[in-house]
């Protein structure tokens, strides 16, 4: 009947992170802060202390750290996650009846009521604070049975006030009912830099790329400082109907086809177009680009062309129609005769499951790491869930991109059954309030726990309407704000960097889209552009403040084509300051706020700001500073921020 | 390994309504609509059909819903619960072939594709729609396997959407992991009006009042039109250290003291004061009440003078000081040495736990159904947690209001664990924004399923500042506010009625407090707001729209002294349209707009509304219509609308 611990009259709710109750582990990577807040509260006034327990899960031992009240009964502790494991954390909460007591016994004091019996009372208390002998409490004890002043003197010290905060009095505490989990992942899932090239148009002659030429393309991607290079499907291209140039519906003999219609006679999933080399080649060029400190990333597409192998080797993997043909992918009306999905609901889906599984860990034992991965949101989340963490468990620092431009619900999915990093609507979120929403929400929301954003300003599938026709200005902006927003961005690189603007009328594609043709790019060339790349990519990599994207903070700035942020290190050793001009036909101005709460500024302000690309300076002695951008000059400041150090 | 079921591809996250992920149920009373809402979603393209299943707990068989996906990937469907009871409900979700096939083939014949073989297709997803015989689908099968031209009219039929809507395809669905609990409580739960008074000032002659004089006052309650009549503690009241007038520490000798110091040599929590009568006078005082349709409230103040019998008999209840002391109630410096608060942390709790709760019973069983419960946020929340379930396991149609006025988060949890009603924060709710966003708060967050708002303009602890020295306006209008807004609702009545606007000088309490001293109220007269309280109550009985909180919807009206809201039945049989002047020294007008979406009002608008207090009426053919309000004549309109039936 009675089951409760009656004593315990503390209560424990609302606990963060928990990602859907707990369900999926909230994420960090190694280094990071976990931040831990609960409502906590007991009943009347008598005073509560609570402690975060936190330990590695190997580990035996709790770690405490005391939780502070913020506001409206929620407490706060953080930890660091140090190590690549799954952390455990929990919260205990308890009336501090030696606190209680201590509270009291000021304010009477103060007052000058009698406090004779609070002092016997206090030392009850500090000779049940400890089951050892303790010479802090004895000492304690035995002032406090000294004249009746001096023992008033005594509890009103500053060393009172610590022995109390030393000794909490933990008695019939309350324990929150759950262990909750943060998964903490290598550094590179918060942290990379991705370029994104076609390698059959990697030759510098202008032939059929191969891999031999994207192994001669990495110094140039390596001294933009880029360290994922990401290569769209490399297996044999379906040749039973190939599409052609800007997706004709047939393919004129000789056209390549897109690479992500996979499979033919030559292979499927686990083989290598012949046209790109071998896979020895292949390896070669992971290995090589190791060198340059660049991960190869590669493409999962789990579909097929039609003469994939699959399809005649496990026809119960497809959908087969009652005349007898397999299932093409559509979109009614719409056909995609050179697709045929997987049937997922197939009465095999387990074979099917595990060699899926097989695709990947075929590639990740060639030294693969990093996947980018093709619509996952058209494959069951079940599956995602499965699969990933099967892989985790046994390989670790793998990196699973999720490609998924869909519905919020469905990218934040998966984003929790396991994927490390997800593709995101920055790509089309331009004003400055559409910017700082979305930047809050992925920093400052739940999503913060779950979702990696990465961000890219064009894919090959995407040519944003506001970049259609416009010049290099636009260009250098939403490059700018991909790689100082995010810790983690991406660009599909060569046309990005030679401004190619030139749409499919109408939609927000590529003209002659290198999906369905050999280009040819002057890989020789570099522009300001290229320069601009460069020198952010450098800066990125010399200041820890732009490792993250968690750490962002918008700045009060007035004109609403001005957007300003602040991203620092916790301990301040580190700022940055990004100030944009969102307008990329005139110059702007206006006066951005210094953050001095976050700063730790005082009245007298003294910070010196340098802009890295430019090498201007200026020292700021008030709150609100004026900044002027002409977009034809650069569209934004990187200040490097540096607080004199008097005025900490 | 896996676990998973492979062929389930649907995700169902965010069920509601859900207290704590679970931890408590949901509260309705007796006839309320519950809507559910989840997040329903799987991958591609293919189209969900969901449905929710609700039982009455004591049932096997589920009652199902068809959901309907409202924006955003979030589905809706609701149910009743007219049964005093619990029901459970979980949710079921699929990817439907039947349905996505339908779609696919309208959009291909619209366009002229050849669907021969989605023909086919049709007729094997009709044979596999039921195991049983069906002469629907088996006439359906037979049209599709006539000429083709015929067949694809009968898919475009009408008749056809009704099939494929009549007849879901149920494979590998999703069923959520949780079945939910929604509490289903009695009608009075949620709809009653209260009325408090000291019975030690009931008396017509100027005496101490009795339960005889109580009596004589029911006809004068009832015909005001409350139906619960709450009467302070009617307990013995202590005589060591009693309070005098205005909380004096020292009464004078004849001072009757506070009700709330409960306990002295003549009894305890389970007597009677010997001045308001005998048990057996209580009794009678229920049941007459009863005749008149309205119950008596008891408060139970579980504390203690220092003369009740509980200090002497149960000295392990409360906490003992090391000078033999017994530990009194304190806000330091501040003691209060007339109450004793019991110590939950006694070693003896569970004993205490037990004695605390025949309390309760023991004033059941003498005809108590309803307690005011004093303070319960200075006792801890897991004793109430478990002492209301024990009662509500033993007793029905019993209901604990919450007298906690304390912080927001531990008046929702003393509602989670089992509070029926809760006073609430409407006390100081005066301007326009602060009215609309607290009660958006109760009706539209998490809070509408737990908390039962009971709404007090003053008790007989508070009399607001902004009440103060004031007019009867402000009373009428705080009347007239909180038994429009609430369902529940109460009032310390005779000091309301007359205007009783003094207070202690810098404080929100009254001068000359009815708690320290017996009052003598000239009960036989009325005047203006007992008029307006029987009309407003005679109102509320006769208007099921104002039995509910939770079909309040705010109404726009520009100025920001006008305040206007609607409620209406679900079937829009009874509409109420309140429009009310918050300022009480002018008049104020404004345009009102119709909710035309809630009221199902087209492009041509006729709407009668008349003023239920008033008589005056209007004829409303617009969408925003005029109003004005003399607060010097009435500072409110209580409209009942009527839907002109051409246009509904």
Same sequence: chains 1, 2.
């Avoid at 499927?268 to 992971?286: E, F, Q, V």
């Avoid at 559509?330 to 005769?337: D, F, I, R």
């Avoid at 101005?589 to 700001?609: A, H, M, T, Y």
Wanted: glycine share 4%; hydrophobic share 35%.
């Amino acid at each position: 009947m009675i089951k409760v611990k009656g004593k315990s009259r503390v209560v424990i709710e609302n606990v963060q992170p928990q990602v859907d109750q707990g369900l999926y582990p909230a994420k960090r990577t190694v280094g990071e802060r976990v931040d831990v807040t609960a409502d906590i509260f007991g009943d009347g006034h008598d005073h509560l202390r609570a402690q975060l327990l936190y330990r590695r899960q190997e580990d035996h031992h709790w770690q405490h750290v005391e939780m502070r009240h913020t506001y409206n009964d929620t407490w706060l502790a953080s930890f660091y996650v140090p190590d690549k494991t799954v952390y455990l954390f929990t919260i205990q909460a308890w009336v501090d009846h030696f606190d209680t007591w201590y509270d009291g016994f000021k304010k009477k004091a103060h007052a000058n009521v009698d406090v004779h019996v609070e002092i016997k009372e206090g030392v009850l208390l500090l000779k049940g604070l400890s089951k050892e002998k303790n010479e802090r409490l004895s000492l304690a004890v035995s002032e406090l049975e000294r004249e009746y002043s001096t023992a008033i003197a005594y509890v009103l010290s500053k060393g009172f006030e610590k022995l109390v905060h030393d000794f909490p009095h933990i008695e019939h505490e309350t324990q929150y009912e759950k262990i909750l989990e943060v998964v903490v992942e290598h550094a590179k899932a918060n942290f990379s830099s991705w370029y994104e090239l076609f390698p059959r148009s990697a030759s510098l002659e202008g032939k059929h790329g191969t891999f031999k030429d994207v192994i001669r393309l990495l110094p140039r991607v390596a001294s933009m400082g880029f360290d994922v290079l990401y290569l769209p499907p490399i297996h044999p291209i379906g040749k039973v109907n190939r599409k052609g140039k800007n997706n004709n519906v047939k393919a004129e003999p000789g056209e390549p086809g897109s690479p992500w219609a996979i499979g033919s006679d030559e292979g499927g999933h686990k083989s290598i177009h012949p046209d790109l080399g071998t896979l020895d080649d292949y390896k070669k060029l992971i290995s090589e680009a190791k060198k340059y400190g660049i991960d190869i990333a590669l493409d999962i597409a789990f579909q097929c062309a039609p003469d994939h192998p699959y399809v005649k080797e496990h026809p119960e993997w497809f959908k087969q129609r009652p005349d007898g043909s397999v299932q093409y992918a559509e979109n009614p009306p719409k056909k995609y005769q050179d697709i045929y999905p997987f049937n997922f609901e197939s009465d095999q889906w387990m074979d099917l499951w595990v060699e899926l599984k097989s695709v990947i860990t075929f590639w990740i034992d060639q030294g693969v790491k990093i996947f980018r991965v093709d619509n996952p949101h058209t494959k069951p989340i079940p599956f995602w869930q499965w699969v990933i963490s099967e892989v985790n468990s046994e390989y670790s620092d793998v990196i699973f991109l999720a490609e998924a431009f869909t519905r919020p619900k469905v990218m934040a999915s998966l984003a929790k059954v396991g994927f490390t990093q997800s593709y995101t609507y920055f790509t089309w979120r331009i004003h400055k309030q559409e910017i700082m929403d979305y930047m809050n929400e992925l920093v400052y929301s739940q999503s913060r726990n779950y979702f990696r954003p990465n961000f890219w300003p064009n894919t090959p599938d995407i040519l944003p309407f506001f970049m259609q026709h416009q010049g290099e200005n636009i260009f250098i902006l939403r490059f700018a704000l991909a790689a100082t927003l995010a810790s983690n961005y991406g660009m599909y690189g060569p046309v990005y960097e030679f401004y190619d603007n030139v749409p499919m009328e109408g939609k927000e594609e590529y003209y002659n889209s290198e999906k369905y043709e050999v280009k040819r790019h002057d890989w020789k060339k570099t522009n300001r552009m290229t320069d601009i790349i460069t020198l952010i990519n450098k800066t990125r990599k010399e200041n820890p403040a732009l490792h993250s994207t968690w750490n962002m903070q918008f700045c009060h700035i007035e004109d609403q084509n001005m957007l300003a942020f602040l991203k620092a290190t916790d301990d301040l050793s580190n700022i940055i300051l990004v100030v944009a001009n969102l307008d990329p036909h005139a110059k702007h101005s206006g006066f951005v706020q210094l953050p001095k709460e976050r700063l730790k500024l005082g009245d007298r302000i003294n910070v010196k700001v340098r802009d890295l690309l430019t090498d201007e300076h200026y020292t700021w002695t008030q709150e609100w500073n004026y900044v002027e951008l002409d977009p034809f000059k650069l569209p934004f400041h990187l200040f490097k921020v540096e607080l004199h150090e008097s005025y900490m």
